[in-house]
């Protein structure tokens, strides 16, 4: 153990240097570091709780997943029928299911069968659960009731709080924010945690907006003051604009081209007027459904439809078949530029509800770094000290190495871009304490041996040797401790529990490299006949 190859010896030396550089950004000020070179820009992330920022808890409305599911269905089966020419009445969503009566009842079969085929398997943990997306029922009389089980309806609350997150982390992202953390809470919520951002006003208007975006024909076959008193035609609604004086207009219910055909959208400004604009792009299906919308209805007033609102509703003057266009509403510059965002990252597939929300204040953020840092400091010390009493020389050795696993830990943070929240703080003084067991666990084994009668250079290569399985056996166990808090736990566990993992790889490596060739260095150079332990 005591025997290093130059190359070796080399490779120890370059490999800890290396490491701890990475911690160097973090002692300089951020804008300092943004002018360094890409690769040297990497350093530790305040958390939360460490520099203040917004808390946000969101929770996916559940009823509004179920209503689009039903409402899904009773498309699904209107075009079943109708592909299959089978007369039908009475299509409606009534008491949590879809029901609809055929009119012969010779072709009840036939309707039973097809719409069956809206039916698939719900997939489990290892394939197939054994359960269906629809229960597909008749009723009698040519009813036919189809049903979403509970078990499909989680299933697609799951799904649609995936999709959430996706679109809320880009959203977020788009906002420029360092290391914002986005993760699921349960069935059907979702924990937004941004660092650094002091009023979450803005944030919570940009990730709680649906952004359902569509473009619809305006409907003028009736007024919008006598369809506000009556009742609008039956495939109309009154939507109202979304700028105050709030006007109401009649749109169509057939929606011409979705956000979802859109692939780009930038905010910009009008050349002829200077007011802020959104441009959008769609892609070829929707440049093709746009062009023959616009062709069609030259000289007819449109609307731009967003989360039910009329944002705005131009007259088509000559076809738009470029697959581009402008989206004008009286924006502001900050207006126009979240709207670009909300399209850019797509609609949410459900409304989010804000259920919890927290700021913590810098203040705050900035007692928890002094407290920790506090308690890293006493600790620290309490061990230097208790090592140099009890192990002398070689007690200056054990602190060097853990003052060197510590910059490596914080190297290798930087290196992985991670954020550093107080739970991390306390995984790294513990480390600290691991780090030194090591050392004890190396120190006290060349002592049995140097109590067994063996020379002083014999008993230090001893217990190096014989101490390794011993320290293997405890970091290992401790490392998969890690590793399940880190898989199993989230936030501040998940925290704690990566730099506790770090700090366990970095405690073996200088405990049987670094530690072992700061000792053999002194070896070769003095030739003990005793070792000062």
């Known amino acids: 153990m005591l025997y290093f190859s130059r190359w070796k010896a080399l490779a120890i030396i370059l490999t800890t240097l290396v490491v701890c550089l990475c911690a160097v950004p973090n002692f300089f000020p951020e804008a300092q570091v943004k002018t360094w070179p890409r690769w040297a820009q990497r350093h530790l992330v305040l958390g939360l709780d460490l520099q203040g920022g917004s808390h946000i808890l969101l929770e996916v409305d559940a009823n509004s997943v179920k209503k689009d599911r039903l409402d ?68 009698g009389g040519g009813l036919i009731r189809l049903t979403v089980p509970a078990a499909a309806i989680t299933d697609r609350i799951r799904q649609s709080v995936e999709q959430s997150i996706q679109i809320v982390e880009t959203r977020v992202n788009e906002l420029g924010t360092v290391e914002p953390l986005i993760q699921r809470q349960g069935l059907d919520r979702i924990l937004v945690q941004v660092p650094g951002l002091q009023d979450p006003t803005r944030l919570k208007e940009l990730i709680g907006k649906t952004a359902k975006l569509d473009f619809r024909m305006v ?84 609307a731009i439809v967003l989360d039910n609102e009329v944002i705005s509703a131009p007259v088509i003057r000559e076809p738009i078949t470029g697959g581009s266009g402008q989206i004008s509403g009286n924006f502001t510059v900050q207006a126009a530029n979240d709207l670009a965002i909300l399209l850019r990252a797509g609609a949410l597939p459900a409304p989010l509800t804000v259920i919890e929300e927290r700021t913590v204040g810098p203040g705050l953020g900035q007692d928890s770094i002094e407290k920790g840092q506090l308690a890293a400091y006493i600790g620290s010390v309490m061990v230097i000290v208790f090592m140099l009493l009890t192990y002398r020389l070689f007690g200056v050795f054990a602190n060097i190495a853990v003052a060197i696993n510590v910059a490596m830990i914080f190297g290798v943070l930087s290196l992985l871009n991670a954020t550093l929240t107080l739970p991390g703080i306390a995984g790294i003084v513990l480390t600290v304490g691991i780090a030194v067991d090591s050392n004890v666990l190396i120190y006290e084994r060349i002592r049995e041996e140097l109590r067994g009668g063996r020379s002083a250079i014999n008993a230090i290569d001893a217990g190096f040797r014989r101490a390794l399985s011993t320290i293997l056996d405890s970091n290992i166990t401790t490392f998969i401790a890690a590793a399940v808090l880190f898989y199993i736990g989230t936030g501040p566990v998940r925290g704690f529990a990566v730099t506790l993992g770090i700090g366990i790889i970095t405690t073996v490596f200088t405990a049987f490299t670094l530690t072992a060739l700061i000792v053999a260095t002194w070896v070769r150079w003095k030739r003990p006949q005793t070792v000062p332990i």
């Open 72 to 139: 899904q269905i009773r498309d699904d089966v209107r075009r079943s029928l109708r592909d299959a020419k089978i007369p039908y009445t009475g299509l409606a969503v009534r008491n949590d299911a879809v029901e609809v009566r055929v009119t012969r009842e010779a072709d009840l079969p036939t309707a039973l069968t097809k719409l069956r085929e809206l039916s698939q398997p719900l997939g489990g943990l290892l394939g197939s659960s054994g359960q269906r997306s629809l229960e597909v029922a008749d009723a």
């Open 219 to 302: 409907d003028q076959t009736v007024p919008a003051d006598q369809a506000l008193q009556g009742r609008p035609p039956p495939d109309s609604d009154v939507l109202m604009s979304s700028t105050e004086p709030k006007i109401p207009y009649v749109i169509k219910k057939q929606v011409l081209v979705s956000g979802g055909d859109l692939t780009d959208a930038q905010p910009g400004f009008d050349q002829r007027t200077g007011e802020p604009i959104v441009s959008f792009r769609f892609n070829t299906s929707g440049s093709r459904k746009f062009a023959q919308a616009t062709t069609e209805n030259v000289g007819q007033p449109f």
